[in-house]
């Protein structure tokens, strides 16, 4: 069973990158909307597991097996937070095109962009999170100094996803006010 575990994101990840690339080639967007499917899952299981873990791990592969980044306990479950958001995310999208509704529910976000606002707040926070944090490996001597970037990287990740979360709230509650603070906006920067 863990084998499984192990392998079945994986799997559904390059099956879906074969239908992508097979519709891309053959011109039949109905495939690529499809390979977004096991993308999505795939994308959900390695973050599902990552929460459940609470350990999350990525190499560089057998040319940089120095490049690995181990995340542990709240970092870990920030990162598969991401990964699970980013997995739904993708299956729904391949739903939506998959089902024809795509302009549709376009044009609904520019309407009410709150909801879109909220998963993006999420996905910013999360990694905000897993950046500060850092991997096991960035916490010790000259490693430390160089992941000072995506550090304060991460801080300003947080200060935009709750900035954006709130924006969100207020566009969700009040519509209107939310309009007003975006002609504010507008005008501070010049553009009308």
């Known amino acids: 069973m863990e084998k499984l575990r192990t392998w079945l994101p994986i799997i559904l990840v390059v099956a879906g990158f074969g239908l992508i690339y097979v519709g891309t080639e053959l011109s039949v967007p109905l495939l690529i909307h499809v390979g977004l499917l096991p993308i999505g899952g795939g994308l959900f299981l390695f973050g599902w597991d990552a929460i459940q873990k609470r350990r999350s791990s990525y190499t560089g592969g057998e040319q940089d097996a120095s490049q690995t980044e181990t995340y542990f306990g709240l970092a870990a479950v920030m990162d598969g937070i991401v990964l699970v958001l980013l997995g739904i995310a993708v299956f729904v999208l391949g739903v939506i095109l998959i089902v024809g509704l795509g302009e549709y529910v376009l044009e609904k976000v520019q309407e009410r962009p709150g909801s879109l606002m909220v998963f993006v707040s999420a996905l910013l926070i999360a990694t905000s999170i897993t950046w500060v944090l850092g991997s096991q490996e960035s916490r010790e001597g000259w490693a430390l100094v160089g992941s ?35 002609k504010l906006f507008a005008g501070w920067l010049g553009i009308s």
């Open 148 to 182: 000072l970037p995506k550090r304060i990287a991460g801080v300003i990740f947080f200060i935009l996803g709750v900035t954006l979360g709130t924006l969100a709230l207020i566009e969700m509650v009040s519509p209107q006010g939310f309009d007003q603070i975006l």
